[in-house]
Nanobody
């Protein structure tokens, strides 16, 4: 089992930036892929980005491609989500998740552990 703790959320103006962090413990961090999801008010949870075990492969939802960057530091057991050019529609609770495999996962069912979430609010 993997324990995940997100941090870095907050309130930012449109066009601004935030960096989310997710610290993992439990299973060997470099043995599984990681992902970020978000849930906006009144909407279903959606995939944001995923990264393979080594960090060598990444994948993004079209809505964030070119603005968000996922990365990981396996020496620190931490995955990051750098969010630039933020828009009000990016407002959501952001969750990190640990995949069941070492590759990139996209479907929520492919992730076995979830963090508690961190709120990101983008004002217009």
């Amino acid at each position: 089992q993997v324990q995940l703790v997100e941090s870095g959320g907050g309130l930012v103006q449109a066009g601004g930036s935030l960096r989310l962090s997710c610290a993992a413990s439990g299973r060997t961090f470099s043995s599984y892929g990681m992902g970020w999801f978000r849930r906006a008010p009144g909407k279903e949870r959606e995939f944001v980005s995923g990264i393979s075990w080594s960090g060598g492969s990444t994948y993004y939802a079209d809505s964030v491609k070119g603005r968000f960057t996922i990365s990981r530091d396996n020496t620190k057991n931490t995955v990051y989500l750098q969010m630039n050019s933020l828009k009000p529609e990016d407002t959501a609770v952001y969750y990190c998740a640990a995949a069941r495999s070492n590759w990139i996962a996209v479907a929520a069912s492919d992730f076995g552990s979830w963090g508690q979430g961190t709120q990101v609010t983008v004002s217009s």
